[in-house]
């Protein structure tokens, strides 16, 4: 690829990553252990009133093996609506403080 010079090549890099939308059941989702965040349950029914009225606006982000990259909030929203899967997008690009330790 012939990159003009204004252009930093790891941006290009980045710009060629294909993502993947899938839908994994909500059992096959797996928190990712590099990630202390926890949800109360008064914290997770926004999330959950929003997917209940619009869907999916924002996706979760998953790798390959369905670790979780961003959205664990939802994914835990979607379990109290009782929900059998979840659209997801899923790479093999997530930024290393992301990845599964």
Same mark, same amino acid.
């Given at each position: 690829?012939?990159?003009? !010079?204004?252009?930093?090549?790891?941006y &290009?890099?980045?710009?060629?990553?294909?993502?993947? &939308?899938?839908?994994?059941? &909500?059992?096959?989702?797996?928190? *990712? !252990?590099?990630?202390?965040?926890?949800?109360?349950?008064?914290?997770?029914r926004?999330?959950? @009133?929003?997917? @209940?009225?619009? @869907?999916?606006?924002? %996706?979760?982000?998953?790798d390959? *093996? *369905?670790? %979780?990259?961003?959205?664990?909030?939802?994914?835990?929203?979607?379990?109290?609506?009782? %929900?059998?899967?979840?659209?997801? &997008?899923?790479?093999?690009? %997530?930024?290393?403080?992301?990845?599964?330790?």
């Amino acid at each position: 690829m012939n990159i003009p !010079p204004t252009i930093n090549p790891k941006y &290009i890099r980045a710009a060629e990553v294909r993502h993947q &939308i899938t839908y994994p059941a &909500i059992d096959q989702i797996k928190p *990712n !252990p590099g990630n202390p965040t926890t949800h109360s349950p008064a914290q997770l029914r926004k999330p959950a @009133r929003s997917m @209940r009225a619009h @869907r999916f606006a924002r %996706l979760i982000v998953v790798d390959p *093996n *369905n670790v %979780l990259g961003a959205g664990h909030g939802r994914r835990e929203a979607v379990r109290h609506l009782e %929900l059998t899967e979840i659209p997801a &997008i899923c790479t093999s690009h %997530l930024p290393t403080e992301l990845s599964p330790r």
